[in-house]
């Protein structure tokens, strides 16, 4: 079984289409998070929700809106697509809230190629 | 606010030499520090952390890493290393401590590992 699964793992789209990104994790973790993996392979957090309650917003553009279902699911939609929002998008988990020694647990990852 | 610096983007071994990819962070409280390892086309996946206790760490793959306090440090070792063990290494930092803590990550190092 999968730990966090994405779909789909290549997503190629033109400038302005709106596009979503799926994601969930079976390991019964509260906390969920998206990173941005550029071209350079600089990882860096956008979102992070505990328990379906967003607790992190890294002054990402409002196109990008994630949504939790429920705990085990974060979701991503992006509206009017960049060039510049190509990249490899990542989704993780972790147990808990409290301090940042948790492990997080990362997906495939999915692959946004903006033309 | 914490950082990471990894000195190298790139590191050039050959089989069975060792291992050495460093690793400088700045936090201004007790640190919790981590090592990741992405293979090609793959998600992060854990390597080992530190956040309180015995300073060398242990991983897996062989892997271990020792945290100097005194040189703001935590570098990644192995003393043989093999051909899988090609594949990008990021360092990353969190602030220890109660509360929601995010994950830093440094720019990562690629390495190389020649028959």
Redesign the interface.
């Known amino acids: 079984d999968t730990a966090?699964s994405q779909t789909p793992k290549y997503l190629v789209t033109q400038m302005g289409n709106d596009k979503s990104i799926k994601c969930e994790q079976n390991l019964g973790h509260d906390?969920m998070y998206w990173y941005k993996q550029d071209s350079?392979?600089?990882?860096?957090?956008m979102f992070?929700y505990?328990n379906k309650e967003l607790?992190?917003n890294?002054t990402v553009p409002n196109r990008f809106s994630p949504k939790s279902p429920d705990k085990a699911h974060l979701n991503l939609h992006i509206n009017s697509l960049e060039l510049g929002d190509s990249a490899v998008y990542?989704c993780?988990s972790s147990q808990g809230?409290?301090?940042?020694?948790y492990?997080?647990y990362?997906?495939?990852?999915t692959r946004l190629t903006v033309t | 606010a914490q950082s990471v610096t990894q000195l190298g983007s790139h590191v050039s071994v050959s089989e069975g030499a060792l291992v050495l990819l460093r690793c400088n962070y700045s936090s201004s409280v007790p640190p919790y520090l981590f090592w990741y390892v992405q293979y090609p086309n793959q998600g992060l996946q854990l390597l080992l952390k530190y956040t309180t206790g015995a300073t060398l760490v242990k991983g897996i793959n062989g892997f271990e890493a020792e945290f100097k306090k005194s040189e703001t440090s935590f570098h990644l070792t192995k003393p043989s290393a093999h051909m899988s063990d090609a594949a990008e290494y990021f360092c990353a930092v969190s602030e220890g401590g109660t509360g929601f803590q995010k994950l830093v990550f440094g720019t990562g190092t690629r390495l190389l590992v020649s028959p």
Do not use: D, H, M, Y
């Open positions: 966090v906390t350079k392979k600089f990882l860096k957090i992070s505990n607790i992190i890294e990542f993780a809230l409290t301090g940042g020694a492990e997080q990362f997906g495939p990852g």
